[in-house]
Every structure is written in structure tokens, then in C-alpha cells.
């Protein structure tokens, strides 16, 4: 059973938030610790994450606010790890907080794993604009969800059927992977279109 991967963000995810709501309701995910998450260190989160999809190949990750730019500085610098997908939420600029500056610049490579942003509109974290440029550069599906703030429990994001329905579509399209994946544990190209709006 493919394991769902959870990561959230600064100043973690407790309840209401989706992320705590998601960990409750389904026995296949699991919400990381990832320490402080007042003061987030990259390198930890990193490594956290690492150790967590080592133990756990070929786990979907869901990543929100600077949880997912944790996974994507992961698929950019560590490609040698077995992802399945990766579900990003509302992915944060490090550069609008001194809080988040440590993650950096989001990574400008294009991933080999099936990717859904999912981004909002007026997020105060990033302009819907550059989130859409970061989709394409990740070589990811762009989901807009409209006008929802940062996709937290402050915009309303409590129980979210929504960010579920999402990550089965990852698990439908990557229900048959490759040969040279399943003799290798080598991971395929993504067979999603980059930065294509999903219904």
C-alpha cells in the first residue's frame, strides 16, 4: 500500500488545518515531525524527509506552504531517492518571511516524478503568477483553486476532500510504472503535462 507522506509547514499544521485532518482521517498517510517548526533549518527538514521516504519507498509526499518547498528542494537535489508523486499546497517564497530566507531560492529544475501545485490566487505567501512559472519550471500540473488564501485553516481549510481527490488522480496515473522502474526502483519520467489546469 503506497504510503502517503505528509510535511507541513512553518509553525506546523495542528488542528483545524487540512494537513492534521488528512493524518486523522487516513491509515495509509503519516504527518511528519520535522522538529521546530518555528524555526525551520533546511538541511534538517531535508534530511528528515529523506530518512522518512527511505523507509517508506515510493510514498506519494504532501507537502504545504514551506513543507512543500522542502519536497521540491528534495526532488531538485536528491533525484536518486523513490518518490511516486508529489502533491505541492500552496508553495511558499522563502523570501517573504526573514523566517523562511534560509530555504533559499524554489529550484528552477524540472522534476521527474508526477507533480500537482496547487495554487491560490491571492495567497499572501506567493503571487499566483510566480507559482504558475514555478509549475511549469517543475514541470508540473498547475491546480488553481481559485481564491483561497494560503490553503490553511486561517482561509478556511479544515477537513479538504479536495487535496485527497487529488493525490488518488497522482495514484491513478502512476499505477503502472515502467519496467526499467520495477527491475531498477529507478524512477520514470512524469507522464503529466507541465503546468496544465486541472478541472
Known amino acids: 500500500m503506497t504510503k502517503t507522506l505528509i510535511v507541513p509547514g512553518l509553525d506546523g499544521s495542528p488542528a483545524p488545518h487540512w494537513q ?78 526573514d523566517r523562511t530566507a534560509c530555504f533559499g531560492a524554489l529550484p528552477r529544475q524540472r522534476f521527474d516524478v508526477p507533480t500537482i501545485v496547487v495554487a491560490s490566487r491571492n495567497d499572501p505567501w506567493i503571487p499566483f503568477d510566480q507559482a504558475r512559472q514555478v509549475a511549469e519550471r517543475w514541470g508540473a500540473q498547475l491546480h488553481d483553486i481559485g481564491h483561497a488564501g494560503h490553503i490553511n485553516a486561517a482561509s478556511g ?30 524512477r520514470a519520467p512524469s507522464p503529466l503535462r507541465p503546468a496544465q489546469r486541472l478541472a
Open 20 to 97: 492534521d485532518w488528512w493524518a486523522r482521517t487516513d491509515p495509509t498517510a503519516m504527518m511528519l515531525d520535522m522538529g521546530d517548526t518555528t524555526r525551520p533549518v533546511r538541511e534538517v527538514w531535508e534530511a528528515t524527509l529523506a530518512v522518512h521516504i527511505m523507509a517508506h519507498p515510493d510514498s506519494i509526499l504532501v507537502g504545504h506552504s514551506l513543507g512543500a518547498v522542502t519536497i521540491a528542494h528534495l526532488l531538485a537535489r536528491w533525484p536518486g531517492l523513490r518518490v511516486r508523486a508529489a502533491l505541492l499546497v500552496a508553495p511558499a517564497d522563502p523570501a517573504a518571511s
Open 157 to 186: 481549510f479544515g477537513p479538504w476532500a479536495g487535496g485527497k481527490e487529488l493525490r488518488d488522480r497522482l495514484l491513478a496515473r502512476t499505477a503502472r510504472p515502467s519496467a526499467l522502474r520495477r527491475l531498477f526502483g529507478t
